[in-house]
């Protein structure tokens, strides 16, 4: 079990021993006028997690999968309800592409500036080529709110989906495909 500040916080963190990159977000977060509510707590890995943290922001925590294609030369980042199965045949059918795999984190720092057990959505700031093909279940997007990490995994932020759909992306130049696993 992961130790939790239970502590809703509105604001971005002050204590100085943050990482840049959880910074940077933050900063982006402002300038975009995004609210968020965060939480803090020691670094997660899974999705179980994340279970605590979701019951006190009352959301559902979005899986997130770094994948590319068997050439690795095209890279997707999928979100996806936490609670769902992610079956490789059906997204593939319906993004055309061959079969998907697990991207590797030298692609997630190159693309996102992310580590592996941090990758969020939030990370497209940084893919400034838009390498990387954003992938939004279905259910994702019909929610109200959704949950994602600071580009570290250490924080969680409860935030706006339409914030991300209307604000964030077309910021970042990403447009998502929406799909239906």
Do not use: W
Request: hydrophobic share 35%; net charge negative; charged share 30%.
């Amino acid at each position: 079990m992961i130790k939790i500040d239970k502590t809703l916080y509105n604001l971005r963190p002050t204590d100085e021993n943050r990482l840049e990159k959880e910074m940077v977000t933050y900063d982006l977060l402002d300038k975009l006028n995004i609210s968020y509510i965060r939480i803090d707590h020691d670094e997660t890995a899974t999705i179980e997690d994340c279970i605590e943290v979701e019951d006190l922001l009352g959301i559902q925590i979005c899986k997130n999968l770094f994948l590319c294609n068997a050439s690795k030369t095209d890279f997707y980042l999928l979100l996806m309800p936490g609670d769902k199965k992610f079956v490789t045949k059906n997204l593939s059918k319906q993004i055309g592409s061959s079969r998907l795999s697990f991207a590797g984190g030298e692609y997630m720092e190159k693309f996102l500036n992310i580590t592996p057990g941090s990758v969020s959505i939030l990370g497209l700031m940084n893919d400034k080529e838009c390498k990387v093909k954003l992938l939004i279940d279905k259910e994702i997007v019909e929610s109200e709110y959704f949950g994602c990490h600071p580009c570290i995994n250490t924080s969680s932020l409860k935030i706006k989906i339409s914030d991300i759909l209307n604000k964030f992306l077309p910021y970042t130049g990403h447009d998502p495909l929406i799909v239906e696993l």
